[in-house]
T-cell receptor
Framework: GAGVSQSPRYKVAKRGQDVALRCDPISGHVSLFWYQQALGQGPEFLTYFQNEAQLDKSGLPSDRFFAERPEGSVSTLKIQRTQQEDSAVYLC????????????????FGAGSRLTVL | GNSVTQMEGPVTLSEEAFLTINCTYTATGYPSLFWYVQYPGEGLQLLLKATKADDKGSNKGFEATYRKETTSFHLEKGSVQVSDSAVYFCALTRTGGFKTIFGAGTRLFVKA
């Protein structure tokens, strides 16, 4: 597609519910990143995929967070048993290059999914 | 560890004023440096970048120079417009790394 598409744009969940956030990256982009952005803060890295391989998940805050990209295109970020501290905007970004390639890693971001946990 | 520190906002300027948003970084080696901008209701988008010392990134009248000696990458624009109102994020990707680390963002308001 023309850009990175995320859905839903807004999600309200009751504490303890599971949520799934979807990211549709730019076609042909090798790399996909998930970031968490709290109100008034910069994006914080969660995880990174190169094609279907999850190469870095060091930023996932707990084992309640799980991400997948099974066919190397669309990705889903799943949060189980949501807590109030999970309330944030979840950003997806894609990049045409993979790790180890030359050149700066320029990210194209989606508009984000705003999660509110009550 | 690697980090980015940028000036706190909000910054409020009148149209045609000069803009500086300070950014300093901590990283080993020679990271790539970026400025991203987030307009209201939109996703972050790349504004400019620089990949080695003394490089100057520029776009839409904005400029930033990669200063290794002061570990800085300050954003400047000579004459801001109302349409420049947005949140600006300084960011880096460390040498040999791949994930991008962001500063906290600086909100800019430009008044007509």
């Amino acid at each position: 597609g023309a850009g990175v598409s995320q859905s839903p744009r807004y999600k309200v969940a009751k504490r303890g519910q599971d949520v799934a956030l979807r990211c549709d990256p730019i076609s042909g982009h090798v790399s996909l990143f998930w970031y968490q952005q709290a109100l008034g803060q910069g994006p914080e890295f969660l995880t990174y995929f190169q094609n279907e391989a999850q190469l870095d998940k060091s930023g996932l805050p707990s084992d309640r967070f799980f991400a997948e990209r099974p066919e190397g295109s669309v990705s889903t970020l799943k949060i189980q048993r949501t807590q109030q501290e999970d309330s944030a905007v979840y950003l997806c970004a894609s990049s045409i290059i993979g790790r180890g390639a030359s050149g700066a890693n320029v990210l194209t971001f989606g508009a984000g999914s705003r999660l509110t946990v009550l | 560890g690697n980090s980015v520190t940028q000036m706190e906002g909000p910054v409020t300027l009148s149209e045609e004023a000069f803009l500086t948003i300070n950014c300093t970084y901590t990283a080993t080696g020679y990271p790539s440096l970026f400025w991203y901008v987030q307009y209201p209701g939109e996703g972050l988008q790349l504004l400019l970048k620089a990949t080695k010392a003394d490089d100057k990134g520029s776009n839409k009248g904005f400029e930033a120079t990669y200063r290794k000696e002061t570990t800085s990458f300050h954003l400047e624009k000579g004459s801001v417009q109302v349409s420049d109102s947005a949140v600006y994020f300084c960011a880096l990707t460390r040498t040999g790394g791949f994930k991008t680390i962001f500063g906290a963002g600086t909100r800019l308001f430009v008044k007509a």
